[in-house]
């Protein structure tokens, strides 16, 4: 284990936010007569954390009321869409986030409820300012209509359509925990625990705090169930798209980029986009 105690008394001198810590099975040098190498811990720099992109655009984001109204309005249309049996969502993960944003009670029963029409779930993909990758994930009961209307939103705010965006992301198992009060070296023995591989630093649409653990599709409930053991509060769970490889903005592109996202997010049928950026340091 000295593996590991060097790397957790190494992280006492690194500053919250500034790393990603990747956890991956891996050989260490060791001697010979050694035990079978213990996993190895690699400190990889913050990709796609959310405080760390669009901190210099925040600016041009509407008021906390306003986010908070969007936010409901997307958990109702996921609530419909996983409450339709031929969709592929978690209705028990969806209320799972319904709850931890504090949406009231009677306006989640009254989307249950107003479930009839089956909805369609479709993942566009497309490019932004700059050379950025989107993927923009809906629920819809028109695809026709969603996709003239996606078309319309990027071409109006320097995007377009880009078949093939997908294959620049891995679709990955997350499960997310609110960050207060979480030091680094806290978060990375429950990821050890865990098992899983990466954790990255992000706030929500209000501005607090998240870190997400990044595990294998197939792991998920493992690492939700070893975080709720140790005491954590799952904010989520399920599976996330992640860069393979990220685009650098400078600010200009970055608040061009937000601009753009932020009109697709307006979009009723669009549910969530995943990108590639990292701004300029």
């Not at 990747?22 to 050694?34: E, G, K, N, T």
């Not at 984001?61 to 409901?72: E, I, L, M, T, Y």
């Not at 996983?82 to 209705?91: C, E, Q, V």
Request: charged fraction near 25%; hydrophobic fraction near 40%.
């Amino acid at each position: 284990m000295a593996g590991p105690a060097a790397v957790l008394t190494a992280l006492r001198t690194l500053r919250r936010g500034s790393l990603s810590v990747r956890l991956r099975a891996s050989h260490v040098c060791s001697p010979p007569w050694s035990a079978p190498p213990a996993r190895a811990l690699q400190l990889w720099p913050v990709l796609c954390a959310g405080h760390n992109k669009w901190s210099k655009v925040k600016h041009i984001k509407g008021p906390k009321d306003d986010a908070r109204a969007r936010v409901f309005m997307k958990l109702t249309m996921m609530i419909k869409g996983g409450a339709n049996p031929d969709m592929n969502l978690n209705l028990a993960q969806i209320l799972e986030q319904c709850r931890s944003k504090n949406m009231p009670k009677a306006s989640i029963e009254t989307a249950i409820k107003s479930a009839s029409k089956p909805l369609s779930q479709h993942v566009f993909e497309a490019r932004g300012p700059g050379g950025c990758l989107l993927l923009i994930e809906i629920l819809t009961d028109s695809n026709s209509r969603s996709h003239q209307e996606i078309k319309r939103l990027l071409i109006k705010n320097g995007g377009a359509l880009s078949e093939g965006a997908r294959h620049n992301f891995n679709k990955r198992g997350m499960v997310v925990v609110p960050g207060q009060n979480i030091a680094t070296e806290r978060a990375l023995e429950l990821a050890i625990e865990a098992g899983a591989e990466d954790i990255k630093e992000t706030e929500d649409e209000e501005g607090q705090p998240l870190l997400q653990f990044v595990c294998e599709t197939t792991d998920v409930g493992k690492v939700r169930t070893s975080l709720q053991n140790s005491g954590m509060q799952i904010t989520s769970s399920g599976m996330e798209f992640v860069p393979r490889v990220v685009v650098n903005l400078n600010e200009d592109l970055l608040i061009a980029a937000s601009t753009l996202i932020d009109a697709l997010s307006d979009y009723p049928d669009v549910v969530r986009i995943w990108d590639n950026i990292q701004a300029d340091s």
